[in-house]
């Protein structure tokens, strides 16, 4: 994204993963909650009483401790409402603009990308014991702020609230007690793995892939590796290189690593996951995205060995993007209404 007129691009591929460039944690660097957790981290770091144009050498003259103490502990008040401290921000240096005004201004460096999720990324990052509808709104609210009591309302109508509608999606059937979970926690995982990752990989697919020539692919990770975390944020990195302590645990396992492996390196090598064919030859064509094709390789869909269930699911299959449709056409909405 870091395109220079006339300079050549650093890279002739890209494999994206973690996120997305269009994933909603790049503000101004003069945001207020930059602004707020700097200046807390001086006032701990005991800077916060010297002229401005001296923070920086005040900052230098304190030991290691008493910076990384600082700083941990900023990021850790924050941490429970996924507010981190210390992320990117648009400094018009190095990151120049919102990348959702990059992908619009269609200057951007083209090459080959491979990028994608898991289905459950908000398993490591949302409150766990959440129990109350309440909760769920002041979760979003606390996070976002900006949001109107109109956005917040949609944001409960699309994620039904598993306490007033048997029929939601977000209904807990598993061993609450036993997990640690409280009965919305399925619901705000949902939303926040949606909102934070799923629908802007989707959403970086879409407007890099319609004004492109290379291609873009998209992968969707969903074997269930544990009762709780199910496919979750990152799994997908202990498959793609084919290592041992996934093979060796079952042939299904095997099959899915070498499948993803194959599609990587393969990439990796040509720029198309499908061109060179090696041991798993006969694995499926992965389509390129489009608007109009809008499908992800799905792996180990239906898989649920390692949470200790008996389904093998299927290795790798093209699927489209009908079950999070709805749900990326509002968060996509919000972040080209919106600079958060």
Request: glycine share 8%; net charge negative.
């Amino acid at each position: 994204m870091n395109y220079k007129e006339g300079v050549e691009p650093l890279f002739h591929k890209a494999i994206l993963e973690s996120g997305a460039p269009t994933s909603r944690a790049v503000h101004p660097y003069d945001a207020t909650v930059h602004e707020d957790q700097f200046s807390k981290f001086i006032s701990e770091c005991g800077c916060s009483d010297v002229p401005k144009g001296s923070v920086t050498s005040c900052l230098r003259s304190k030991s290691e401790k008493t910076v990384t103490d600082a700083q941990t502990k900023v990021f850790d008040e924050y941490n429970p409402s996924l507010r981190w401290a210390f992320q990117p921000v648009i400094d018009h240096n190095l990151i120049h603009q919102r990348p959702i005004d990059a992908w619009r201004s269609g200057k951007w460096n083209r090459v080959p990308i491979m990028t994608g999720h898991a289905t459950n990324e908000g398993t490591y990052y949302v409150p766990t014991s959440l129990s109350t509808s309440d909760g769920f709104t002041d979760f979003w609210h606390t996070l976002l702020p900006h949001y109107s009591s109109d956005d917040l309302a949609t944001v409960n109508e699309l994620y039904p609230d598993p306490s007033v509608d048997s029929s939601s999606p977000y209904v807990e059937g598993r061993n609450m007690t036993a997990l640690s979970i409280g009965p919305q926690f399925k619901r705000v995982e949902a939303s926040y793995a949606h909102y934070a990752y799923v629908c802007p990989v989707r959403q970086t697919a879409d407007l890099a892939s319609a004004s492109q020539e290379p291609p873009v692919f998209v992968f969707h990770w969903a074997l269930n590796k544990t009762v709780k975390g199910g496919a979750n944020h990152g799994d997908n990195m202990y498959y793609q290189s084919f290592q041992e302590e996934v093979t060796s645990i079952s042939e299904s396992q095997k099959e899915v690593s070498g499948m993803y492996h194959a599609y990587v390196t393969s990439f990796i090598t040509d720029g198309n996951p499908n061109a060179i064919k090696g041991r798993y030859g006969d694995r499926p064509e992965w389509d390129a995205y489009t608007s109009k094709q809008a499908g992800a390789m799905t792996f180990g869909k239906g898989n649920d060995e390692r949470a200790g269930g008996s389904g093998k699911g299927v290795p790798a299959q093209m699927i489209g993007n009908e079950w999070v449709q709805k749900e990326c056409d509002f968060w996509w909405k919000k972040s080209e209404d919106t600079e958060e």
